[in-house]
């Protein structure tokens, strides 16, 4: 074991498509997540976490760069990240860290993925789109010389043993690794989550969350083997974290654990995620290391977007002025400064849409004169749905057109506005939904600004 001085390393322990309810801290009682909860109770938790673009690439470029998905121009799967885009590996390569990549890239537009793609890590191994390059007995991943290399174990332990061995042979440098799952995403192919033998039948028919209660989807099908994967995640955090120990790493290294977005499973539309319902942009988020332990709970809404600026900051690396969330160190040091009392998410893959969420409310637009495969943004959207998160954290009344929910309306419209603006989007056009009676629902002018 080597010790040594200097800045903290960096971890980013990434999973695919994974709701914020499947971990123990947000209530899920079948204990999938004895590390997850550990590391969120010693450490930070961001217990209202959210993504900025529920859709894989989008997202991913998101926190590789810090900035939204319409400025980067990966508003949608396929499109690759801009040659020139900076991401975190190049401040990180720039502060003298030793930089890697492994799993799912999903940010390039060719299997295998040319050094000039890859977003300026040193070492690489990983696949573009590992759910079709692979399955979850058969990791197949791509080396720097773009050489296939095939994995052993089931896909997350394989992909965990590959970061272990990259951490041990990197004990006395500063490194940043992010390891990034497929799991707990389907298996395209096969519609299906497969999780490793024997978990499936551990959680099929036992808790699901109220959502999927009410509005079914293939959640009766599916969430048995989603939370054998979550499980099997879990495992392999707490795997990663005994390596850490083991090497004396642990308390100088920084891990942030977080997904791209949620699942709804087929609840809200024809498949799993691009919606900007709770179920598909709400997501587990926690770090531990300097800076982070015994930071408690971040009670505020934080943003993937924040994401990236937290990295650099408790690394002690400038924050480009690019980027365009902001750093949650001081919320940890409780120190007084502006936060914003929303979260604002672009979609433009299932359709054109935006939306903002506060505290108590949800408020979304599309724009109908536009498709998400095409286009990136509109001038003109009309109201979609309206969500009081307060009576209703599930989002299953659409309070959209409520004439006792019109001013709520109008001061969601405003947030919505001026959060695209500072997106780089210009000045939207919000069309009121048609209005319907608002029976026994009253909201004071204070309520609607909570």
Known sequence: MTTRSGPPNVIVFFTDQQRWDTTGVHGNPLDLTPHFDRLALSGTHATHSFTCQPVCGPARSCLQTGRYATSTGCFRNGIPLPLDARTLAH?????????????????????????????????????????????????????????????????????????????????????????????????????????????????????????????????????GGYFGIVRRLDEALGRLLDALRSLGLLERTVVLFTSDHGCHFKTRNSEYKRSCHDSSIRVPTALCGPSFDGGGQVRRLVSLIDLPPTLLDAAGIPIPSSMQGRSILPLIRRETRPWPEEVFVQISESQVGRAVRTRRWKYGVTAPDKKGWKDSAADRYVEEYLYDLQCDPYELTNLAGLESHREVASVMARRLAARMVQAGEPSPEIVPAPARPGSQRSVTPEEARE
């Open 91 to 223: 401040a990180f390569n720039e502060a003298g860290y030793q930089t890697g990549y492994i799993g799912k890239w999903h940010l390039a537009d060719e299997e295998p993925v040319p050094e000039g793609k890859r977003g300026g890590y040193q070492f690489w191994l990983a696949s573009n789109i590992l759910e079709f390059t692979s399955e979850s007995y058969r990791t197949l991943l791509y080396d720097n010389r773009n050489q296939p290399v095939r994995l052993p174990g089931y896909r997350v332990d394989a992909l965990t043993d590959a970061a272990i061995r990259f951490i041990d042979a990197r004990q006395a440098v500063s490194f940043y690794l992010f390891l990034s799952f497929l799991e707990p995403h389907h298996q395209n192919h096969l519609d299906d989550y497969p999780p490793p033998e024997g978990y499936r039948e551990r959680y099929t028919g036992r808790w699901m969350p109220p959502d999927l209660a009410a509005l079914g989807g293939s959640s009766h099908q599916h969430l």
